[in-house]
């Protein structure tokens, strides 16, 4: 916004002259706009911002924070391959300048790349090699909430929240809320897959009222998503259903392949529920599977296949012209 309005329309003189030009912004500037655009789940602007960031830096540290950044928002795209080159460039630069710290939080976006796409032996593998590194309780706590949900993805409960617990006791330690908001929303969906949906719903109500108050609108989205879940696990989908057409109307309007497969399968359970409705319940089931196999989401693939397979048969069609 312009520090003077012009009334007449005419561009407003620059304070030092017609021949002044404004000093290049500092590296920092722009990533904290990359964040504000992240957070709002403008992507390409993020990433403008980051590239943008990398131009000013002026240090090995502020080129690897860029790095870091940029492959988060290539992660949220699922262009997996571009944010693991990122992530690993930014290892690289923290690493010439000893930043532990911050070589193990970009070690964590290509944890979270392993986790996204099920492949927890290589996720987990790295998550170990990078705690070892890390220094400060928030960075800590961002690479155990990772090796939580990968063991609540793979059925170890028990493992999980353990896991949680250290990632929220480290939050809290560092004064980290958006860190909170994550935990609130990965405690959600694991309380799910163990099959306590009751519980589920009200942590995800949590996650949804932090994230309101955080701005952090990615973070609320998550947190929708949640809640129609596990309000269609509860037997309820009309509440779900306006919310989770909403949440899925924005992954589509971002091109948020991954997310739009994860809602499809909520839409396909929501389907299911509804008598004459499983032709429906087949067509989310099998666009969120095709959707999944197309970002080499294979644990999501397979688990939407076993959806399609424990659905009933459709009972046979009757013409009404025969007596």
């Known amino acids: 916004m312009p520090s003077r309005i012009n009334i007449g329309g005419e561009p407003a003189t620059p304070p030092n002259g017609p021949g002044f030009k404004a000093p290049p912004l500092a590296a920092r500037v722009h990533l904290d706009a990359g964040f504000r655009y992240e957070q709002a789940g403008a992507a390409q602007k993020a ?19 860029a790095h870091l950044r940029l492959a988060r928002v290539y992660r949220t795209g699922t262009d997996w391959d ?5 992530s690993r460039v930014a290892v690289r630069l923290a690493e010439e300048v000893g930043a532990d710290d911050l070589a193990a939080e970009a070690m964590n976006v290509e944890v979270g790349v392993y986790q996204l796409r099920g492949e927890f032996d290589a996720g987990d593998a790295l998550a170990s090699a990078a705690l070892v590194r890390a ?34 006791a480290a939050f809290e ?17 694991a309380a799910r897959d163990a099959g306590d ?42 509440e779900a259903e306006a ?10 309007a971002t ?22 409705y499983g032709d429906t319940a087949v067509r989310c089931y099998d666009l ?34 025969t007596n």
């Open 135 to 168: 220094r400060s309780p928030r960075v800590r706590g961002i690479l155990l909430q990772n090796r939580g949900v990968m063991a609540a993805q793979r059925r170890d409960f028990a493992g999980a929240r353990t896991y949680f617990a250290e990632s929220v």
């Open 82 to 86: 571009a944010a693991i080159r990122a």
């Open 243 to 252: 919310p989770l057409g909403e949440v899925l109307g924005h992954f589509t």
């Open 47 to 65: 990433i403008a911002a980051y590239e943008a960031a990398l131009s000013a830096a002026a240090s090995p540290v502020e080129r690897a924070e």
């Open 288 to 321: 969120a599977r095709t959707l999944a196999v197309r970002v080499g989401a294979r644990s999501l693939a397979d688990r939407v296949a076993g959806r399609i397979a424990d659905l009933p048969p459709a009972p046979p069609h009757v013409d009404p012209r």
């Open 197 to 238: 949906p009751k519980s589920s719903l009200e942590l995800a109500q949590e996650a949804a009222a932090l994230s309101r108050r955080l701005g952090a609108f990615d973070v609320l989205t998550l947190a929708v998503q949640n809640q129609a879940y596990a309000l269609v696990a509860l037997g309820r989908p009309d």
């Open 173 to 189: 330690e560092a004064g980290y809320e958006l860190g909170m908001a994550f935990a609130l929303n990965n405690a959600a969906a």
């Open 255 to 276: 091109a948020n392949i991954l997310r739009q497969a994860e809602c499809l399968e909520v839409m396909g359970s929501l389907y299911a529920l509804r008598p004459d």
